[in-house]
């Protein structure tokens, strides 16, 4: 909204043009993502878990792969998907989502290597899709649906 150089804005005025504003950085940050995105975020976040459970030699490049899949997705879907490029989300929005899963990983490495208790990492991968799951329930309730 332009106001003319001849007078200030009135505070409705001001007031619905911050709004703009907020509205706009929300969807430039937090855009809409499709309703498969989490799901599949969830099923490649299982995965990371699970490939643990493969034999040492084959656990890093699965690793790996899987790490691939899920930049690819993070990338073309949300951190620069159409009409939108380079995304710049908050840290303080992400670090509860980032310590759950990174302490979920590294609560099933530690139990996994003092114990030899396998199985652990069937509950990480449980608790790791949960996780991206339960976000994503969040995220599309506040920022809303991609089509």
Do not use: I
Request: include cysteine; charge should be negative; glycine fraction near 10%.
């Amino acid at each position: 909204m332009e106001t003319g150089g001849d007078r200030d804005p009135s505070a409705g005025e001001a007031a619905q043009l911050l709004g703009r504003l907020a509205e706009d950085e929300s969807a430039v940050r937090y855009p809409p993502l499709p309703r498969w995105f989490f799901p599949a975020m969830a099923a490649v976040v299982a995965t990371l878990y699970l490939v643990q459970l493969l034999p040492p030699s084959d656990t890093s490049k699965a690793t790996f792969a899987v790490a691939v899949v899920a930049l690819v997705l993070g990338n073309r879907y949300w951190l620069n998907r159409d009409g939108v490029s380079w995304v710049s989300p908050d840290l303080g929005d992400m670090l509860p989502f980032l310590v759950a899963l990174l302490g979920t990983f590294a609560a099933c490495w530690a139990v996994s290597e003092t114990t030899g208790v396998w199985w652990c990492w069937l509950a990480g991968a449980v608790v790791g899709a949960g996780v991206v799951l339960g976000t994503g329930r969040r995220y599309r309730r506040e920022f809303g649906d991609g089509h």
